[in-house]
């Protein structure tokens, strides 16, 4: 089991930035990739961002472009979720999920999803 608990939501205005995090623990705790995902209203599930286990390799959604960075702790306790220059088309509920092996992009690839935490960016 991988227990995830996530953290950092809130509203902030167009261009601004937010950290999110997210701490896993549980069995097999540091042993997974870790991805990031969110829905907006009306919308499905996205793939935001992930990380491997190791820490050494990022995959990104295409509509990141450079503003959303994803980086996890030297002791592989939480992962973040860096976000810059947003905008109210990133409002969305972001969750945390653990890799549970196939394409990282790909959201059939997790499991033991967090809770999520709020995001929302006013104009």
């Known amino acids: 089991q991988v227990l995830l608990v996530e953290s950092g939501g809130g509203l902030v205005q167009a261009g601004g930035s937010l950290r999110l995090s997210c701490v896993a623990s549980g069995r097999a705790l540091g042993s997974h990739g870790m991805g990031w995902f969110r829905q907006a209203p009306g919308k499905e599930r996205e793939f935001v961002g992930a990380?491997?286990?190791?820490?050494?390799?990022?995959y990104y959604a295409d509509y990141v472009k450079g503003r959303f960075t994803v980086s996890r702790d030297s002791a592989k306790k939480t992962v973040y979720l860096d976000m810059n220059s947003l905008t109210p088309e990133d409002t969305a509920v972001y969750y945390c999920?653990?890799?549970?092996?196939?394409?990282?992009?790909?959201?059939?690839?997790?499991?033991?999803w967090g809770q999520g935490t709020q995001v929302t960016v006013s104009s």
């Open positions: 999920a653990a890799h549970i092996g196939g394409i990282y992009y790909d959201i059939s690839s997790y499991g033991a």
């Open positions: 990380i491997t286990a190791s820490g050494e390799s990022l």
